[in-house]
């Protein structure tokens, strides 16, 4: 009976044996020295590698809305000798856009050389000069204006961008140059840009140029978002959308901000209704903010409405965190008024708060849509900013 004992004994033995063998059975003195995820190997645990250190950074943005160049402004933009001059109607706010790290405007109409009245608008490409001297760096091209002079316009007006070194989004010379992403780095942070238009004044894309204009199309958009996001810091999204003359967004503008935030768009920049619209906070899904301006109306025009006088610079300043995080910070909206005289005479753009008191008796416009005053424009100003009109003095991009 021992015998048999003691014969089991030792089977036992020798299977505990084993397993411990295989690392199945750790011995009790083993489990409480070795870390369990080290068990059964000898080969010490790396340390995961430590993730590359994020350098902090900053850079101001500023936005123009329609850079309308109707045929009154190219004229008295004519000098005696036949050539054009634009920079005087943008002095009084040259430095507010030359202090910003990054500047954007819309370019509502064809610069192909001639001078284009409604509804084929057109400006003479000098106009570009006077856009570089102010201090843009990015211009948009995708608007319902960008075929008036047809395919060969937009090229011209795309080529003289070119020759100034200014990228353009929105509108591309060739297939290769739409695939070709449009990014700015400054102050160690880079800013992707894309832009579209709703449509092009019934005047059909040509076919042998599909890629010349970028349209509204969700799907379209939706795989632009995707493949430019990994490659910028600061994604920002130009829609030439809404209702002419309205003060607030569509349905269809807002269901397409939010599409924009859902993919990725960290600013929506709005313009084409002539008129200020409000701007708004949007939450994307990853619970992150994307701030949306729905229309900066107008930078400079010669329309006859009031309210088409008023239009707006966005600013805000880019923040990169030490961890990595980018967000906007201080967004708003700086109002401007676009002073002209009877005649088609003395066009110019002034800061809202900068516009003497002696200079709106002659407002041209006095004569088709009364009454015009200080206090008028101030009120629509905060009427539709709320909280988001600006002052110089809180203005991002201050000289």
């Known amino acids: 009976m021992k015998r048999k004992n003691r014969t089991i004994g030792a089977l036992l033995l020798a299977c505990l044996l084993l397993l411990n063998a295989c690392g199945r059975v750790p011995a009790p003195e083993a489990a409480e ?43 008295d933009a004519q000098q005696a000798d036949g050539g054009y001059d634009f920079r005087p109607v943008y ?15 819309n370019q509502e109409v064809p610069l192909s050389g ?20 102010c201090g843009f760096d990015i211009v948009n091209e995708a608007t319902n204006h960008a075929l008036d002079k047809g395919a060969g316009g937009l090229m011209t007006t795309l080529e003289g961008w070119r020759q100034r070194g200014i990228p353009v989004t929105g509108a591309y010379l060739s297939a290769e140059d739409a695939q070709t992403p449009r990014l700015l780095e400054k102050n160690g942070i880079t800013f992707g840009f894309l832009g579209y238009t709703y449509g092009t004044n019934g005047i059909p894309v040509p076919q042998d140029k ?65 008129v200020l619209e409000p701007a708004e906070w949007l939450t994307r899904p990853d619970g992150g903010q994307t ?85 008028y424009y101030n009120g629509l100003a905060d009427q539709v900013l709320g909280e988001f009109k600006q002052i110089k003095e809180t203005f991002a991009c201050r000289p």
């Open 33 to 75: 020295e070795r870390p369990e995820a080290d068990q059964g190997t000898d080969e010490p645990v790396q340390p995961p590698e430590p993730a590359a250190p994020v350098e902090p950074a900053r850079a101001t943005l500023v936005a123009a809305g329609d850079n309308l160049l109707h045929n009154t402004i190219s004229w």
């Open 210 to 274: 599909p890629f010349c204009i970028a349209l509204i199309d969700q799907e379209k958009i939706k795989a632009d978002l995707a493949a430019l996001r990994p490659q910028c810091d600061y994604l920002v999204v130009s829609m030439h959308w809404g209702t002419e003359y309205r003060l607030t967004p569509t349905d269809e503008q807002r269901q397409l901000a939010q599409m924009l935030a859902d993919n990725g768009a960290d600013l929506i920049i709005g313009h084409h209704p002539h």
């Open 291 to 375: 701030f949306c301006v729905y229309s900066l109306g107008n930078f400079v025009s010669s329309q006859n409405d009031k309210a088409t006088m008023l239009g707006g610079l966005l600013s805000l300043t880019v923040v990169r965190e030490a961890d990595g995080a980018v967000r906007t910070e201080a967004p708003g909206v700086l109002p401007v008024i676009t002073h002209f005289e009877n005649g088609g005479k003395n066009y110019c753009i002034y800061p809202l708060e900068d516009y003497p008191q002696d200079l709106i008796a002659k407002h041209a416009v006095r004569k088709y849509d009364s009454p015009i005053t200080l206090e």
């Open 114 to 133: 001639t001078v284009g009245r409604y509804p084929n608008l057109d400006a003479p490409q000098q106009a570009a000069d006077a856009v570089v001297d």
């Open 91 to 105: 002095q009084h706010v040259k430095g507010l856009i030359e202090a910003a790290d990054v500047a954007f405007i």
